[in-house]
């Protein structure tokens, strides 16, 4: 494998990743629990069922970035798509803020537990895994569910980086003469643009991994 997810027999994706990917990628799911917040966590000895039902906001964010994680669900053509759009938020915003950080915590484990065992073993049997992989990388190997956790934080990723840089993927002006994607290395934006198209790759080929 080079930089993309391959289904597996067991139902699930393999990538190989060097030690520079597995950081990039491990930073990036943690600034993403940072944006999408703790969350509210209920106290001891409150009632659950009280929990179950908690409303959220009514209200969309608004930082851009939280926003395309967390859009309204109607729209915002008027008034009577706005209301409906709120209370359907009220409802679900944290439940989906819990899914998000539940999905990148996961991918943080993933990449921790790959590190460990890249880091890990005999001298020996750790000089030869380097030597196939780059030193300090590995194959991340990954269940369905996995998949599918790892599936959402990349799009997750991407939405966040894509506002982040006014990106819309639909706006057929991005790939124009001044487009990002054509952007000199002196701009300070192009690691930004770099990262976005890489974790467009992999979502892509993950996908790919999860159909029939």
Do not use: C
């Not at 803020?97 to 484990?109: I, L, Q, W």
């Amino acid at each position: 494998m080079a930089g993309h997810f391959e289904a597996t027999p067991d139902g699930g994706a393999a990538v190989a990743l060097d030690e520079v990917e597995i950081s990039i990628l491990r930073s990036l799911a943690v600034q993403l629990l940072e944006l999408v917040g703790p969350g509210d966590e209920a106290a001891e000895g409150s009632d659950p069922l009280a929990a179950l039902f908690a409303e959220g906001p009514s209200e969309p964010p608004t930082d851009p970035a939280l926003a395309r994680l967390f859009p309204d669900a109607y729209g915002d053509g008027d008034k009577e798509l706005r209301e409906a759009s709120s209370e359907f938020r009220r409802f679900t915003e944290i439940d989906l803020r819990t899914r998000k950080r539940e999905d990148a915590f996961a991918v943080v484990r993933s990449l921790d537990a790959l590190s460990a065992g890249a880091n890990g073993g005999p001298d020996e049997e750790r000089g030869e895994r380097e030597g196939r992989e780059g030193g300090g990388g590995g194959e991340l190997r990954l269940t369905a569910d996995e998949s599918r956790q790892w599936l959402g934080t990349l799009n997750d990723l991407r939405l966040t980086i894509g506002a982040r840089l006014e990106v819309a993927d639909e706006d057929p002006a991005q790939a124009g003469e001044g487009s990002l994607y054509r952007l000199p290395d002196s701009d300070p934006r192009k690691p930004m643009v770099l990262a976005y198209l890489w974790l467009g790759a992999l979502q892509e080929t993950l996908v790919e991994t999860l159909m029939p």
